[in-house]
């Protein structure tokens, strides 16, 4: 009987550390599956935040001929409503586009076309005064003398200018950022990414815990 009992005694305590390690397995792997899935949350989140530049929606969709003020866009990385102003010449989007060649061109393009812009504003402004001032230069007003034919044909020529300028010109700033967001991939890509999980938990199988890993096809 007391070589019966000490059995069972045994018994007892081997099936109580078996239980005891089990127990203590159980939270080792929910303590690191939790660890994993905190430490998880930052990397998900900078993921999570877009690398592209974002042109603002309606500068987005401007075509040919469209309006020719400043283009707004939100940095690589930034997101919300925070928009930034790229500036008369697209000056200020110039560092974010300083490792792309083809997108740097496509900029350059832009302020050439935004200077002939500026250039073609000038001429007509200046040939509306030239011919406004002839008006009166004398005692009885005059229309169309000499110099006012000169002006009204400078005027003309803006004017017909500011169409083939308008033509393209914000198609330049477009594709530049189009280049830009197009070459991420290679550029700035690596396998990490693509391999990262985007999203961690703890499921069970067969009454177990265990980490459970998923990925964005």
């Not at 974010?96 to 250039?119: C, G, I, P, V």
């Not at 229309?143 to 004017?159: C, E, I």
């Amino acid at each position: 009987m007391r070589l019966r009992a000490v059995a069972i005694s045994l018994l007892a305590m081997s099936a109580s550390t078996i239980y005891a390690r089990g127990v203590v397995r159980r939270a080792a792997i929910i303590f690191l599956t939790t660890g994993l899935a905190v430490a998880a949350q930052p990397v998900l989140a900078q993921q999570a935040s877009p690398a592209t530049i974002r042109l603002l929606p309606e500068d987005q969709e401007r075509g040919q001929y469209g309006h020719q003020h400043n283009f707004y866009f939100l940095p690589p990385g930034k997101t919300g409503e925070d928009y930034q102003n790229a500036g008369f010449l697209g000056g200020r989007l110039r560092p974010y586009l300083a490792s792309n060649a083809q997108a740097l061109k496509e900029l350059d393009s832009y302020k050439r076309q935004k200077t002939l812009y500026l250039a073609d504003k000038v001429l007509l402004v200046g040939s509306l005064g030239l011919y406004g001032s002839q008006v009166f230069a004398s005692k009885d007003p005059v229309y169309f003398n000499s110099t006012q034919q000169v002006a009204a044909g400078l005027a003309v020529v803006s004017l017909l200018g500011t169409i083939f300028i308008n033509r393209n010109t914000n198609e330049y700033l477009k594709q530049a950022v189009d280049d830009y967001n197009t070459s991420l991939p290679t550029s700035h890509g690596t396998l990490w990414p693509r391999l990262r999980p985007t999203g961690a938990g703890l499921a069970t199988q067969a009454g177990r815990p265990v980490l459970a890993l998923r990925w964005q096809l």
